[in-house]
């Protein structure tokens, strides 16, 4: 994988490699566009960290109910959008106003609850 430039936090380039993943199985995983593939990674996942707060949510079905939860990205231990594919199986756990969703990874993602329908 190409080397950072810039002196980023771990979760900043964990959220790299994430994104750089992503493009590279998005356009057909094709070899030999490894530094390619980092750079934009690493200039949308910058671009998206600086600057005006960017709202983050999930949106979950728990048993019929459809809730949205907001999550902030320095909280959320290197979460990505794209962990889960629609139709995944997610555990989660309610507790008042918080959402927890269990990630692949065994950790979990707390959001807080903006929308609940059903």
Same mark, same amino acid.
């Given at each position: 994988?190409?080397?950072?430039?810039? @002196?980023?936090?771990?979760?900043?380039? #964990?959220?790299? +490699?994430?994104? /750089?993943?992503?493009?590279?199985? %998005?356009?057909?995983? $094709?070899?030999?566009?490894?530094?390619? @593939?980092?750079?934009?990674?690493?200039? #949308?996942?910058? +671009?998206?960290? /600086?600057?005006?707060?960017?709202? %983050?949510?999930?949106? $979950?079905?728990?048993?019929?109910?459809?809730?949205?939860?907001?999550?902030?990205?320095?909280?959320?231990?290197?979460?990505?959008?794209?962990?889960w594919k629609p139709g995944d199986p997610v555990p989660v756990r309610l507790a008042g106003d918080k959402l927890y969703l269990?990630?692949?990874?065994?950790?979990?993602?707390?959001?807080?609850?903006?929308?609940?329908?059903?």
């Amino acid at each position: 994988m190409a080397q950072m430039s810039g @002196n980023n936090s771990p979760q900043v380039q #964990e959220a790299i +490699r994430r994104r /750089a993943t992503e493009l590279f199985l %998005r356009n057909g995983a $094709v070899e030999g566009h490894d530094a390619a @593939n980092w750079y934009q990674a690493e200039a #949308e996942i910058l +671009r998206e960290s /600086a600057g005006t707060p960017v709202r %983050r949510a999930i949106v $979950v079905n728990v048993q019929g109910v459809v809730y949205t939860g907001e999550y902030e990205c320095t909280t959320a231990d290197g979460y990505t959008p794209g962990e889960w594919k629609p139709g995944d199986p997610v555990p989660v756990r309610l507790a008042g106003d918080k959402l927890y969703l269990r990630r692949p990874n065994g950790r979990e993602l707390r959001t807080t609850i903006v929308k609940r329908i059903g």
